[in-house]
T-cell receptor
Framework: GAVVSQHPSWVICKSGTSVKIECRSLDFQATTMFWYRQFPKQSLMLMATSNEGSKATYEQGVEKDKFLINHASLTLSTLTVTSAHPEDSSFYIC????????????FGDGTRLSIL | LAKTTQPISMDSYEGQEVNITCSHN???????ITWYQQFPSQGPRFIIQ???TKVTNEVASLFIPADRKSSTLSLPRVSLSDTAVYYC?????????????FGKGTKLSVIP
């Protein structure tokens, strides 16, 4: 149980393109979803937290107009990297969690984004 | 959020028991301790979570002393496939955003 599906797993695109990444909780309702970024040989860095139906809360230094997050349902959140540039190339990982009881976060398998 | 400290790396031979200790001196009363495993180019995978004493599941055990200022993840009889980065995290439980702050983790290398 507690499966999070992330799509696509890998994307290459030209500089200036906008890229959308989907994160779905397959067998649970994710009242809260998180988006992380991980650079090579580094740890995960939290980008933003979103609760279903609410605006996302962004971490300091993360541009909300560049990284658009939508969490319109209890099973789907999307991250759109707008006008992506080579420095946005990274490994993006989402996670979901229910709001009830003692439940940990469950992570997707990540999206490798390469901007040429 | 309580800060955690783990060894940067550990090596172990196949078949041995591996214990990874995490220090979290500033843990709060309502904080839980959670361990994740991450393979290259994959998202972290939940291993085990606990609050106090000992928790055991099908893949690992988690030992937490009475003062809860540290915790030890125990992996019995590791295999090559256990080579990964292991993260110890401390965060409050309950309803709400429940943010996780990832430290550098411990890179476990299992040697044949």
């Amino acid at each position: 149980g507690a499966v999070v599906s992330q799509h696509p797993s890998w994307v290459i695109c030209k500089s200036g393109t906008s890229v959308k990444i989907e994160c779905r909780s397959l067998d649970f309702q994710a009242t809260t979803m998180f988006w992380y970024r991980q650079f090579p040989k580094q740890s995960l860095m939290l980008m933003a937290t979103s609760n279903e139906g609410s605006k996302a809360t962004y971490e300091q230094g993360v541009e909300k107009d560049k990284f658009l997050i939508n969490h319109a349902s209890l099973t789907l959140s999307t991250l759109t990297v707008t006008s992506a540039h080579p420095e946005d190339s990274s490994f993006y990982i989402c996670s979901g969690r229910t709001g009830s009881g003692n439940q940990p976060q469950h992570f997707g398998d990540g999206t490798r984004l390469s901007i040429l | 959020l309580a800060k955690t400290t783990q060894p940067i790396s550990m090596d172990s031979y196949e078949g041995q028991e591996v214990n990874i200790t995490c220090s979290h001196n500033n843990i709060a009363t309502n904080d839980y301790i959670t361990w994740y495993q991450q393979f290259p180019s994959q998202g972290p995978r939940f291993i085990i979570q606990g609050y106090k004493t000992k928790v055991t599941n099908e893949v690992a055990s988690l030992f937490i002393p009475a003062d809860r200022k540290s915790s030890t993840l125990s992996l019995p009889r590791v295999s090559l496939s256990d080579t990964a980065v292991y993260y110890c995290l401390v965060a409050p439980e309950g309803a709400g955003s429940y943010q996780l702050t990832f430290g550098k983790g411990t890179k476990l290398s299992v040697i044949p």
